[in-house]
């Protein structure tokens, strides 16, 4: 185990940050351990390197096949070679320009990154490999019943898409990352929608999927999976729920109505009162109004319509002494 001894007497910024560096070097997970023994003025910090996540996945060189695996090795190179060329159609295989190849040789991860796409060479009793497609999937996370934060049951259903960004993490990190991300993504929209009310779920939509698609991206990083996007579709109320709402949406909206009819009314008894008022100061516009209401309702029935007519209206024609 590696350790480092640092006099404490000299400790300034530029030491701290050397070792700070030290400590990080090349991302490496370190435990430290500060030991000062008595009547000496330097302190030790220990160091342990842990092993990577992925080190027990490192790549199979030809030294760790070992001795039964030279000798499959070579029994499998003397079939290949006494079934020429028919043994080509086992050792030599095809991927498509969206799917890649994790080959296995004796169970260890071969060296290099996954194959493909083109032609690769396998061999037969050795090798095994798996393939995974690299286009973009969607599915279809089933209505999840939910219980909104102010106690209220609603069915949420989603899609989600997705891809895998990293073929030989997919295929050994976890045992079926399709299963994986479908189950993950229908636990996730149940955990967001139960820690928001029924009006954020309904009119915050975008900002609850763009939260989803992070959370499932965070989580699903480490399988090799990449989701690209997550959409509410459908959010199913409960039928008296919707009963209710539909009828405070009819109320709210008849209280609106007789909102803007009494402010009509109120306008227009305004007007009314400004051409009064305007009338009175005039008298002959009074008198054209009259005889305007005449001519409006003579209009309207073919019939006669006797009116008294006003001394003050005669009062203009009749000639003066």
Not at 90 to 101: A, F, G, M, N, P
Not at 159 to 177: F, H, L, Q
Not at 261 to 281: F, V
Request: aromatic share 8%.
């Amino acid at each position: 185990m590696p350790f480092l001894s640092i006099d404490t007497n000299n400790w300034n910024s530029e030491t701290s940050s050397s070792a700070y560096h030290l400590l990080n070097y090349s991302g490496t997970v370190v435990e430290t351990e500060m030991a000062q023994a008595s009547g000496s003025s330097a302190a030790t910090i220990q160091l342990q390197q842990h092993p990577s996540k992925f080190e027990d996945l490192r790549p199979s060189e030809d030294g760790e096949i070992g001795f039964c695996g030279y000798i499959l090795f070579a029994l499998s190179m003397f079939l290949i070679v006494i079934t020429f060329p028919f043994s080509l159609c086992l050792c030599i295989k095809v991927v498509q320009e969206y799917e890649r190849v994790v080959i296995f040789r004796l169970g260890r991860i071969m060296s290099g990154n996954a194959k493909g796409p083109g032609m690769f060479f396998i061999i037969p009793c050795m090798d095994s490999f798996a393939k995974v497609d690299l286009r973009t999937i969607s599915f279809n996370v089933p209505p999840q019943e939910v219980l909104t934060r102010d106690s209220v049951t609603v069915a949420v259903d989603a899609v989600v898409y997705y891809r895998v960004n990293n073929a030989t993490m997919s295929i050994v990190n976890v045992e079926n990352y399709s299963t994986s991300t479908r189950l993950l993504a229908a636990t996730t929209l149940r955990n967001v929608l139960g820690t928001k009310n029924l009006s954020e779920i309904l009119s915050d939509r975008e900002n609850i999927s763009h939260f989803m698609q992070t959370s499932l991206d965070d989580a699903t990083e480490h399988w090799g999976v990449k989701v690209e996007r997550v959409e509410m579709k459908d959010v199913r109320l409960p039928v008296q729920l919707q009963r209710a709402m539909a009828a405070e949406a009819e109320a709210s909206r008849e209280a609106r109505a007789k909102v803007i009819a009494a402010e009509g009314e109120q306008k227009a008894s305004k007007s009314l009162k400004e051409a009064a008022d305007i009338m009175i100061e005039s008298p002959a516009a009074l008198q054209l109004r009259y005889l305007q209401t005449l001519n409006t309702i003579a209009a309207e029935k073919n019939s006669t319509i006797l009116f008294p007519l006003p001394i003050d209206i005669l009062s203009a024609f009749m000639p003066k002494k």
